[in-house]
């Protein structure tokens, strides 16, 4: 009975700290999105994209995605939004860090005029 009680609070430890890795991952794919959009408008630019993306992450809070960075990529044809983070870690193993890093991207909003037959 001595030994189950702490390999069960170890295991209850994992379960939550899986939930809050895959939350954190959520949530920083959601802001590439949201940020992407922004990029992708037809008077979308890279600084409003992050702004964006910004906000929506600051909106969420702090302690959900970490040590948080948005880099943003705007050209001709194509929008991206990467976002870099740490998830909130329960267990503290030194050297492990649960990095985070999603991006989204599609194609930017432009006027194609008609072509004349």
């Known amino acids: 009975m001595v030994l189950i009680a702490p390999v069960l609070f170890l295991a209850l430890l994992a379960i939550v700290q899986f939930g809050l890795y895959f939350h954190a ?14 990029a992708r408008a037809f008077d979308g630019t890279e ?17 959900t995605l970490q040590g948080r960075s948005v880099s ?7 929008a991206s939004v990467t976002v870099r983070g740490t998830a909130l870690s329960l267990i503290p193993i ?5 990095q985070i890093q999603e991006t989204a991207s599609g194609p930017v909003e432009r006027y194609v005029p008609p072509a004349d037959d």
């Open 72 to 78: 943003v990529n705007r050209g001709t044809q194509t």
């Open 94 to 98: 030194p050297g492990l860090a649960l």
């Open 47 to 63: 600084g409003s994209a992050k702004g964006v993306t910004e906000d929506y992450l600051s909106a969420l809070g702090d302690s």
């Open 25 to 38: 991952k959520n949530v920083a794919e959601q802001a590439a999105q949201e940020g992407a959009a922004a």
